[in-house]
């Protein structure tokens, strides 16, 4: 039986606003007053795990341990079926110190350029932990290709070059509640909040 929250301070355990955004929209209706690592002031951990649910948890528990608080995090990425997965846990690697994801796109491209195969899935893995240690893991995966040139402003990340399967419209060219419906976040959610945070009230 998963551990419950039970409402009150929520440390999302990330310094990228797009992701605290997106995260704090999806949580608003289960009473989570929600902050952020970066406006804690808090230390990003070395992410030195080598799967998605690794890194969540290594993020989660230093927000945890650090703040006092239950903390949050999402480790998310991109893996390009053409490029053995690549850049997966690296996603955000590759968009370089100064998170330029323009440059990242590029590199994607670039990598692509020679290969048919254009599928690629989103994955994202939520970990829930406490002060005292104990951790919640989720995780969830959408489907989809790459495009060139990127589309959209809405997003964040790779979304204007990601477009999930059955649409046509890249992730930074749907609405945000469109996105959240199917997003690999959203998939995540549904089980996070299914486990450990009830019914929407």
């Known amino acids: 039986m998963a551990r419950k ?5 929520l440390v999302i355990a990330s ?3 797009g992701k605290v955004r997106e995260i704090g929209e999806l949580l608003a209706p289960f009473g989570a007053d929600v902050i952020s690592a970066g406006d804690l002031g ?3 951990p070395v992410e030195d795990g080598l799967t998605f649910i ?3 948890e290594i993020k989660a528990r230093a927000a945890a341990m650090a703040s006092g608080f239950p903390a949050l995090a999402d480790d998310s990425g991109l893996a390009v ?5 690549e850049p997966g846990i690296y996603s955000a690697r590759w968009a370089g110190p100064h998170k330029d994801f323009d440059l990242a796109m590029k590199k994607v491209q670039q990598e692509l350029e020679n290969i048919d195969d254009k599928s690629a899935h989103f994955a994202c893995a939520l970990t829930l932990c406490w002060p005292d240690g104990h951790t919640e893991s989720f995780e969830g995966q959408v489907l989809g290709h790459m495009v060139w040139p990127p589309r959209g402003d809405k997003g964040f990340g790779y979304d204007p070059t990601f477009v999930a399967d059955g649409m046509d419209i890249t992730f930074a060219e749907m609405q945000p509640e469109a996105k959240h419906a199917i997003s690999h976040r959203a998939k995540a959610f549904e089980k996070l909040v299914k486990a450990c945070f009830g019914p929407t009230p």
């Open 5 to 9: 929250f039970e409402g009150g301070k």
């Open 15 to 17: 310094h990228n606003p």
């Open 42 to 44: 808090l230390p990003e």
């Open 54 to 56: 690794a890194n969540a």
């Open 81 to 85: 079926h053409g490029l053995n997965g």
